[in-house]
């Protein structure tokens, strides 16, 4: 839990010159991801403590995508109206990188594999390992939210909407906590980006 956690810590302590660089922005990601995968393999049962077991899915089914409907569907008015009335712009996502993949590719295929690798990283292994720690649920889904909200490609990426995943991680947190069952978050994820990235797109297309 400490590896991403000093990982982010270290990116946005570095020069600006390294902070732009693609790779050097994945790095608390990859950091994760490798903390991830040492937890998983001393510990085990790694199915059973995130929550992916088979009888969750018809549970994380009904919750992801409801959940993943409201907030897309509250996320899209804040782009397309809040954001303009308060100065701000969202015409640069059509050249972010996710703009620039096919959309057949985009929805649902690779948008559902961000999305289990987001939720695997920050709501399955941080999120659990805060609890782990005894750490109050307010600050563990807080603290999960800030850091998914700060991901230094996030950031690069959707520049002044990051802010927006604050909420969204909080609620997918929330979500994982009441159920513990990752299939929610994921569905909820991936629900939420399909509805932004689709009904975004196609106003700027």
């Known amino acids: 839990m400490l590896l991403p956690?000093?990982?982010?810590?270290?990116?946005?302590?570095s020069p600006t010159t390294f902070q732009q660089h693609s790779l050097f922005q994945f790095f608390p990601q990859a950091c994760a991801y490798a903390a991830f995968f040492a937890w998983s393999t001393?510990?085990?049962?790694?199915?059973?403590?995130?929550?992916?077991?088979?009888?969750?899915?018809?549970q994380g089914l009904r919750w992801g995508i409801l959940t993943g409907l409201a907030l897309g569907l509250i996320n899209t008015l804040v782009i397309l109206y809040l954001?303009?009335?308060?100065?701000?712009?969202?015409?640069?996502?059509?050249?972010?990188?996710?703009?620039?993949?096919?959309?057949?590719i985009m929805v649902p295929w690779f948008i559902l594999f961000i999305a289990t690798m987001v939720e695997l990283n920050f709501r399955g292994f941080i999120l659990g390992r805060l609890l782990a720690l005894k750490l109050p649920v307010p600050i563990a889904v807080s603290m999960s939210a800030l850091l998914f909200a700060f991901d230094p490609f996030l950031v690069a990426t959707f520049q002044h909407l990051h802010w927006i995943a604050v909420w969204d991680g909080l609620v997918w947190g929330v979500l994982w906590v009441m159920l513990r069952n990752l299939y929610?978050?994921?569905?909820?994820?991936?629900?939420?980006?399909?509805?932004?990235?689709?009904?975004?797109r196609a106003i700027l297309a």
């Not at 009335?85 to 050249?95: E, M």
């Open 83 to 104: 954001v303009p009335y308060w100065g701000g712009d969202y015409r640069f996502l059509a050249d972010t990188p996710h703009a620039r993949i096919p959309q057949l």
């Open 5 to 13: 956690l000093t990982a982010t810590i270290l990116f946005y302590s």
């Open 42 to 58: 001393i510990n085990g049962r790694t199915a059973q403590r995130l929550g992916l077991t088979s009888r969750l899915i018809p």
């Open 184 to 200: 929610a978050t994921i569905a909820a994820h991936a629900v939420e980006v399909i509805v932004l990235y689709s009904v975004i």
